[in-house]
């Protein structure tokens, strides 16, 4: 069975930064891609950004490119999204999630989701 759970959430003025963490457990996910996806109160969830375990390639939505960066730890199982220059649009609950499959941007691909965690950017 594979575990994420999210951290990291919370409330932030426009302009700020937070970080968000995932800690994954059970089985080995060398061949997954591991993603991050938001879900805004009456929109539908939405692909961020996602990264792959054997080679470290990221991949990014454009609404989001050069001020969110994912990354991976593999010696604490972690993987992390540092959140630059926030906007009141990015207000959303951000979703860890994992895929078995090679596509990456389609939240259908996924199979496994953490809990959630809450991220308000105020104006």
């Known amino acids: 069975q594979v575990q994420l759970v999210e951290s990291g959430g919370g409330l932030v003025q426009a302009g700020g930064s937070l970080r968000l963490s995932c800690a994954v457990s059970?089985?080995?996910?060398?061949?997954?891609?591991m993603g991050w996806f938001r879900q805004a109160p009456g929109k539908e969830r939405e692909f961020v950004a996602a990264?792959?375990?054997?080679?470290?390639?990221?991949y990014y939505a454009d609404s989001i490119k050069d001020r969110f960066t994912i990354s991976r730890d593999n010696t604490k199982n972690t993987v992390n999204l540092q959140m630059n220059s926030l906007k009141p649009e990015d207000t959303a609950v951000y979703y860890c999630?994992?895929?078995?499959?090679?596509?990456?941007?389609?939240?259908?691909?996924?199979?496994?989701w953490g809990q959630g965690t809450q991220v308000t950017v105020s104006s």
């Open positions: 059970g089985r080995s996910l060398s061949d997954f891609a």
């Open positions: 999630a994992a895929s078995p499959r090679s596509q990456v941007r389609d939240s259908t691909g996924y199979d496994y």
């Open positions: 990264i792959t375990w054997n080679f470290g390639f990221t």
